[in-house]
Structures are given as structure tokens and as C-alpha cells.
């Protein structure tokens, strides 16, 4: 395509997941856009995220804070992502005001291991399994803090969904998680 700009090889990671992961160029986007907002540091803070700059992914991500006492409360979630869990609007919710309880544990569980691990998650394959639906998509997580500290204090998501499920067998297409820790990523 006239005028595109070629896309540069990464250099591997330690951690990295296999080459070429993010198949979808928009969560290729939010993480380029990501690792920019870093500036040195080992994560953006979450005041660097500016939604202006990533209007054409507003409808597709999440911003969720994190604290010990609250656990993850949405900051933000766009129309496609709120819509989903049949709601028009996420933020002030945590994801068991929402979600069965014991999907709630494993959604906060993903979550928790961003912060804890101070890492990216990219899953891909069945991205709504918790609520029993089967779109064929991927996901990313992004790590945030408060400031210039080390401490995740916050996630940065994005989902994108490709299909339907075809009906082949559920145990192959459930999503794929892969982690990458922060430390030394270019």
C-alpha cells in the first residue's frame, strides 16, 4: 500500500512470545503507542495515556486502576467492550459487579499477574470464554503507574475480536496466553 510505512523487525526479548504474535495491526498500534508513552521507564504512567492520541482504539479498550483494597475498578471501557457484558458503561465496576464470581476470579486473576509480574499479557483465540462466548479475537494487556515508581498501579487493555466461533473443537481455539515481563524490553 502507497505511503504505508514498512513495519521494522523487533529484536527477541527473552520472555517474548513467538514471532509475529499481535497478528492485528491495531494492537500492534496500542502497543507501539505504549512503549512510546514509556520514555525511558519501565511503563507509561497512567496520566501519559492520552485518549485523544488513540481515539481510532477508544471503542475496543479498557482502563482499569488497581489498588490492594479496591481491586480492579474500570476507569474506562469502550462501547464494544461494555456492550459485551451487556452494560453501556464499566467505569466505577469492578469485574465481579459484573461476571459469576468464579469468572470473575479468573478475569481478575490475568489481571493480577500484569501487576504482580510487572508484564504484558497477549492472549489470542476464544476472548469472551468467561461469559461463554466464543468470538475468535485477541487481547493485550499493558502494565501503568502512578508516576515515575515501578509499581503497577493500573492496566491498559484492548480486545479485538476477528470472528465467530466456527464450531470446530473449543479446547483448540481457547485463548492462548503469553507474558512478557518489562525489564529489557526495548
Given at each position: 500500500m502507497a505511503g504505508r510505512e514498512t513495519r521494522r523487525q523487533e529484536p527477541q526479548h527473552k520472555d517474548a512470545p513467538p514471532q509475529g504474535f499481535i497478528e492485528d495491526p491495531d494492537l500492534r498500534r496500542l502497543f507501539d503507542y505504549w512503549r512510546d508513552r514509556r520514555a525511558g521507564r519501565l511503563m507509561p504512567a497512567?496520566?501519559?495515556?492520552?485518549?485523544?492520541?488513540?481515539?481510532?482504539?477508544?471503542?475496543?479498550?479498557?482502563?482499569?486502576?488497581?489498588?490492594?483494597?479496591?481491586?480492579?475498578?474500570?476507569r474506562l471501557a469502550g462501547n464494544e467492550i461494555a456492550g459485551v457484558f451487556g452494560h453501556t458503561n464499566l467505569k466505577g465496576l469492578r469485574p465481579r459487579d459484573f461476571l459469576p464470581p468464579e469468572r470473575a476470579v479468573m478475569v481478575e486473576q490475568q489481571y493480577l499477574k500484569v501487576v504482580t509480574d510487572r508484564c504484558i499479557m497477549w492472549m489470542k483465540g476464544m476472548v469472551y470464554l468467561c461469559i461463554d462466548r466464543t468470538p475468535i479475537g485477541?487481547?493485550?494487556?499493558?502494565?501503568?503507574?502512578?508516576?515515575?515508581?515501578?509499581?503497577?498501579?493500573?492496566?491498559?487493555?484492548?480486545?479485538?475480536?476477528?470472528?465467530?466461533?466456527?464450531?470446530?473443537?473449543?479446547?483448540?481455539?481457547?485463548?492462548?496466553?503469553?507474558?512478557?515481563?518489562?525489564?529489557?524490553?526495548?
Open positions: 497512567k496520566s501519559d495515556i492520552d485518549p485523544l492520541k488513540i481515539s481510532w482504539a477508544l471503542s475496543r479498550i479498557y482502563l482499569l486502576d488497581y489498588s490492594p483494597e479496591n481491586g480492579f475498578v474500570y485477541e487481547r493485550i494487556f499493558l502494565p501503568l503507574s502512578d508516576g515515575n515508581n515501578d509499581v503497577v498501579t493500573g492496566v491498559l487493555g484492548m480486545t479485538v475480536v476477528r470472528s465467530a466461533a466456527d464450531g470446530t473443537d473449543g479446547a483448540a481455539k481457547r485463548a492462548r496466553e503469553h507474558f512478557l515481563t518489562v525489564e529489557g524490553l526495548p
